[in-house]
């Protein structure tokens, strides 16, 4: 079967980066579109995939994963096809469901940090919806990242198998996305997120080790890992995090 | 086994609904905790069960499933579960995947439909935040709405299997979900939906041919489906749909 080819747009880590954390955890090779050429390339590349007309099951939009001849696109059902083939998910089906279930609910807050920026369209600039914006990041800083942060945390603490994993007692793609996640969220609301996590210390203590992992600390001092920046899902505009 | 519980919030379809159109069409035995008592007693029995604390995989929000020992959260991550179990899904791995990506899709949808009433805050007032739903619900139904149900569109007329159906040559649960996507939209934003669906045939003519399968006719004839309502995902407000 020929190696993993991740298709996602260049320049930001995005939804991209959840199947990044998992491919390299997994010390597969993968091509990287994203990273072939110039960005403006790489965009083409992956507009052409979505737009190509003999597929049979088109992705919605990216990021979309390529193995030979399948065409995965959902970062969860991307996540949810490589924890299977590379032991990052349990092999139970019902321990199987729960990362599921974990990842799908990482994918929610996703959206909505998404929306934070966002609130009003995804096709008008930030600029256009800032007094939105305000509002939204509000409610998500004050409410919504805290009952998420505070679920992670009660995963952690009632995971009858290990301490220290979310799930069972080995690293699974679902730990790896909280790491993102976490780590993005410091990124994008720096003071609010230094105050939730002083509330969730396992779910900090997680992120710290996921980080630590030699595979993804490796990647993490690697130029392959893209900065956080102002294009991708977690922006860092202050007056969003006053 | 036991036989499934679902438990919902009373009174509204919601997501709830997309399991329940499920365990209609596979024709097994459910409890739906919703319709127990009065919706305060329901209610009462719903957060009981998310705050439970011996439950060591809670689920973050309804709807979830019981199933003997297992307690399975998030729409999607059901319907997998009982897309295998029912023939509501293809065998096959890429089928089942390929399935369940198009649900994940359709869930995104239901995400941006919710938001179009609330797109500041879940925990606030329509009326709290009716400026931005106004906002929000114009760029909903003049490009996203519109570039999903193309999306689906272009399924159907790809798949290579089954003329009349989204995913080979069977009813699967996503085609299901899809019937409710369209039934809601066409609720929610009755003048915007119709003028899409003229784009779309063959989504509306899927639409049409769930809606009269034997079990989904008797199910939506019967007591046991809620009407939409302004409590659930797809209201009707016609300042949204002008």
């Known amino acids: 079967m020929a190696a993993y080819e991740l298709h996602y747009w260049p320049g930001l880590q995005g939804r991209g980066e959840f199947v990044r ?47 030979g001849k399948r065409i995965i696109g959902q970062t969860a059902a991307i996540l949810l096809y490589l924890g299977e083939r590379h032991g990052l998910a349990p092999k139970s089906e019902a321990g199987r469901l729960w990362t599921h279930q974990v990842q799908l609910t990482i994918a929610d807050v996703v959206t909505e940090v998404h929306d934070t920026h966002h609130p009003v369209a995804s096709a008008l600039y930030y600029e256009d919806q800032k007094a939105e914006a305000r509002r939204r990041a509000e409610d998500f800083r004050q409410n919504r990242m805290r009952g998420f942060l505070a679920w ?64 993804i600390a490796a990647y993490l001092a690697s130029e392959r890992r893209i900065p956080f920046n102002e294009y991708g899902i977690f922006r860092r505009y202050p007056e969003l995090d006053p």
Chains 1, 2 share one sequence.
Request: hydrophobic letters at 45%.
């Open 21 to 67: 954390l998992a491919l390299e955890e997994a010390g597969v090779a993968y091509r990287d579109v994203a990273k072939e050429g110039s960005e403006g390339q790489a965009a083409g590349t992956i507009a052409a995939g979505l737009g190509a007309k003999d597929i049979a099951t088109p992705p919605y939009a990216p990021p979309f994963l390529k193995h």
């Open 152 to 215: 992670f945390e009660t995963i952690l603490d009632r995971n009858p198998k290990g301490r220290g994993h979310l799930i069972g007692a080995r690293v699974t793609y679902a730990e790896l996305s909280l790491f993102q996640l976490v780590a993005g969220l410091t990124y994008a609301f720096p003071k609010a997120t230094r105050r939730a996590l002083k509330r969730t210390p396992k779910v900090a203590a997680l992120a710290e080790a996921v980080a630590a992992r030699p595979r």
